[in-house]
Every structure is written in C-alpha cells, then in structure tokens.
C-alpha cells in the first residue's frame, strides 16, 4: 500500500491524533501506541518497525513466545513484518496496526 494509504487506515482505526496509533509486534504480539514509544524516548519511525522492548532493555527474544515486550528488530536476520509500505519510492516492512 502506499504511505496515504496506511496513513488513512491509521486513521480510521484510532483517529487522526498519531499519539493514539497503534502496532501489533509479529515476534510476541505485543500491542504498543505512538504514545508508548515516545513515552520510552524512542522516535516514531521505531514504533512500527521495532518491538517497544528494545527501547525498554528487555531480554525477551523472538524465540520467548511467553509474551512480551522482546526485542525483535524488523531490519534483524528474521524479517517478520508483515506489511508492505511504499514512500518515496521505497518499500519499507512495518508491523500490523492493532485492532480499534
């Protein structure tokens, strides 16, 4: 999809306030908002690629499946997000918005 596109879809899941995003870690599952990540220090653009565990030092890795945080890395050796974005003529992997 393209940027506009998913930006739209983020829009129409929780609004136009980006703060209230919100992103779904493939690895562990875990669920974390624009809000959570800024919170943590971390800038926006690591809110859709990492897991928010790797700004709060967590030790849990992908293989941990006892929930998370972890700190799972979408540009790591194991490429689990799952959706495609297109900006600026590049395609970049992000995780999946959560559910409203």
């Known amino acids: 999809m393209t940027h506009e596109e998913w930006k739209q879809e983020?829009?129409?899941?929780?609004?136009?306030?980006?703060?209230n995003w919100k992103f779904v870690c493939p690895s562990c599952g875990y669920i974390a908002s624009l809000k959570d990540w800024h919170d943590a220090g971390?800038?926006?653009?690591e809110a859709?690629?990492?897991c928010i565990g790797r700004?709060?030092?967590s030790k849990k890795?992908?293989?941990d499946k006892t929930g998370g945080?972890?700190?799972?890395?979408?540009g790591g050796l194991f490429g689990l997000n799952p959706v495609s974005v297109e900006l600026d003529g590049?395609?970049?992997?992000?995780f999946a918005f959560a559910e409203a």
């Not at 945080?69 to 979408?74: E, L, S, V």
């Not at 590049?90 to 992000?94: D, E, G, L, M």
């Open 90 to 94: 590049n395609i970049h992997r992000v």
């Open 10 to 19: 983020a829009i129409k899941r929780f609004g136009e306030n980006p703060m």
């Open 61 to 63: 890795t992908i293989f």
């Open 69 to 74: 945080p972890c700190n799972y890395a979408g």
């Open 55 to 57: 700004r709060l030092n």
């Open 48 to 50: 859709a690629y990492s």
């Open 42 to 45: 971390a800038s926006q653009r």
